[in-house]
Structure formats: structure tokens, C-alpha cells
């Protein structure tokens, strides 16, 4: 359905954006993951026709759209990071307005306005001023007003930081139900990786401003197939042993946790004795070590060094 080849935006000679290649097909959940500043707004800005690449193009069902914004902005319906709403109307009057902008009218408007409420759950406060409104609800109401002209894809740029667990909640809901019960595409990006784990089927992770690897869950999992994430409680933080852990050659990565090390290691026998014998020699106890299966968290740790939300 809509597919982005080779895209690129530079700024003032620095590239934020860097060679993606992504597709979304008619129905389907995709997640675009990676910790702030990755580029996922730029990018996301460019495939709805709010941002001209430097390079690279964007194409519906096989057609070009970079030179014909319109074809592809009926069809998508775009919440972005910041809130867009006029603080001194109530959320229908703003929904009343956004319905203008795409040309809606008469009782077709009145109509999807009850029915994009309906569907965040503020119909009971459509009435009342927006700037009443807590963070989320807003984010709801944004949500809205993307929905109005019934597009075939939404992309959402980070819907839920900073809003009310039961925003969040709402928020997560109303994706869920849209792909899911309506069959409508959507494009999700998030530092949430449950989030994302939770709605997309697929998932591009990028990092500095290129994808590091993309696939279903499954996919993304066996990249770590081999491995264990072992949790290790510590009676006390020491750098040293960090250090030794990571020049151990079974281990993948290490890094440090709130109250020990978290390490991503190679599966093999004997493990625990030499983690315990490095803890030993730096005087360090050993409080409690987890060993479990790798998350998708742990697969983005392996390829980028860093955690989502560093
Ligand atoms: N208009 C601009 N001019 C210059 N640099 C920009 C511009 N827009 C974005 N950038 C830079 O591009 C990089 C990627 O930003 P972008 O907002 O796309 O990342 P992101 O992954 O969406 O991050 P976040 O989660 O923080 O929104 C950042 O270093 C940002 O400072």
C-alpha cells in the first residue's frame, strides 16, 4: 500500500535521515522503534507529505506521491507529537473545524464527529473547552481529528508519552480496535517497546537515523537465539567487575542496572561459576542472578549498546 524507498533528509548538511526503506501494507500494524532522536519524526513527516525528502521517494500502491501531496494526505490521517487544537473551543468545535479542512459537511460531518468520540471515548465531554482538558484527553481528541475523513493508514508519532495511564490505556485501545475490528493500516512509533510488542505485527527499529533491523517479533527474537539475558543482583555497584564481565568471551553485552548488571550471554555451560568467581575476586557479592529468555528490549540493547529510552 504505501512504501518509502531510500529516504533521506539532511539538515544543514547533517543527515538525520539515512537510506530507509519501509513498506505497510493494507491492514497491517507496524511499529517504527527507536530511542529519542533517532529520527522516527523526520521520517514519519516525510512519508505523510508534511516533510520533502532530500532524497528517496514515497509511493502509493506503486505511484509516486512526492509530487502530488493531496493523493496521499486523503488517506492517511497523521496525530502528530504535539498537541494541535485551539485551547478556546470545546473539543467538538475543534473537531467541527479539522472536519472543514478535509471538506466534510452537513450530517456526513456530524456524523463522524459522533463517531470519532464515540470511539477515543469523550463524547460525554465534547462540549467543554479544551484548555479544561487534561494532557491525554487531548492527545484523544488529536487522535480524532485524524480519524474524521476515515483514512486507510494512521500514523501516530509517539501517542502516548508523557499522558494519564488511562489515556495510555484508551489510546492503546482505540489502535488496537481500528487495525484490528476496521482493518485500517497504521503506523505506530514509540520508545515503548511494549507498546509496540502489544499492536504491531511488524517492527523497523532505527537508531541515528537508519534501520538497524526490522521483521515480526519472532524474526526479531531469533536474532538472540543463542543467548541468555542473565540479571544479576549485586550487593553493592562496582564498575571493576562491570568491566571484567564485559572482556568475559561469552559475553554479548553488559551494562548496569539499577542494583547489579544485566548481561546478554552466549548460551554454553559453566556461566554462573565464572560470573560468581569474577563477583568473588572484585568482593562483590552475588544477591541473586535471574537467567530468562531475551526480550525484543534485550534485542535492541544487543544491536544498538544502549537502552530505548537512554
Ligand atoms: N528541522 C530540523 N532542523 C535541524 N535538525 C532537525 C530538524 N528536525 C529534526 N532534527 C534533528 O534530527 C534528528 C532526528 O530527530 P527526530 O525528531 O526525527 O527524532 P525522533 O526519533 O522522532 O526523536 P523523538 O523521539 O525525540 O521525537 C535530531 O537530532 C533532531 O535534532
Excluded at 4 to 18: H, I, Q, S, Y
Excluded at 22 to 49: D, R, W
Excluded at 170 to 180: A, G, S
Excluded at 271 to 293: G, N
Amino acid at each position: 500500500m504505501l512504501e518509502a524507498m531510500e529516504l533521506r533528509k539532511t539538515f544543514k548538511g547533517k543527515t538525520v535521515v539515512d537510506n530507509i526503506n519501509l513498506y505497510i501494507e493494507q491492514g497491517e500494524a507496524v511499529g517504527l522503534l527507536g530511542p529519542n532522536g533517532a529520527g522516527k519524526s523526520t521520517t514519519i513527516s516525510m512519508i505523510s507529505s508534511l516533510l520533502y525528502p532530500s532524497s528517496g521517494d514515497v509511493r502509493l500502491d506503486g505511484r509516486s506521491v512526492l509530487k502530488t501531496p493531496g493523493d496521499i494526505r486523503r488517506i492517511i490521517g497523521v496525530v502528530p507529537q504535539e498537541i494541535a487544537l485551539y485551547e478556546k473551543l470545546s473539543a467538538y468545535e475543534n473537531l467541527r473545524f479539522f472536519g472543514s479542512i478535509y471538506k466534510l459537511k452537513g450530517k456526513h460531518l456530524t456524523d463522524r464527529i459522533a463517531n470519532t468520540l464515540e470511539l477515543v471515548g469523550l463524547t460525554e465531554r465534547q462540549h467543554e473547552l479544551i484548555r479544561t482538558y487534561s494532557g491525554g484527553m487531548k492527545r484523544r481528541i488529536n487522535i480524532a481529528a485524524a480519524l474524521l475523513h476515515e483514512p486507510k493508514l494512521v500514523i501516530m508519532d509517539e501517542p502516548t508519552v508523557g499522558i494519564d495511564p488511562q489515556s495510555r490505556n484508551h489510546i492503546l485501545d482505540t489502535v488496537r480496535k481500528l487495525n484490528r475490528e476496521k482493518g485500517m493500516s497504521v503506523l505506530y512509533t514509540s520508545h515503548y517497546m511494549e507498546e509496540v510488542e502489544q499492536l504491531c505485527s511488524r517492527v523497523y527499529i532505527m537508531d541515528h537515523g537508519r534501520l538497524i533491523a526490522s521483521g515480526t517479533k519472532e524474526e526479531l527474537l531469533r536474532i538472540l537465539s543463542g543467548e541468555e539475558t542473565m540479571i544479576v543482583q549485586l550487593s553493592k555497584p562496582s564498575p571493576e567487575l562491570l568491566m571484567e564481565l564485559r572482556g568475559l568471551p561469552f559475553v554479548r553485552s553488559a551494562e548496569e542496572t539499577e542494583d547489579g548488571v544485566k548481561l546478554i550471554v552466549t548460551k554454553q555451560s559453566g556461566i554462573l561459576t565464572e560470573v560468581v568467581q569474577a563477583a568473588e575476586r572484585h568482593h562483590v557479592q552475588i544477591v541473586q542472578i535471574q537467567v530468562h529468555t531475551p526480550s525484543l528490549e534485550d534485542v535492541f540493547l544487543h544491536l544498538t549498546g544502549r537502552k530505548l529510552r537512554d
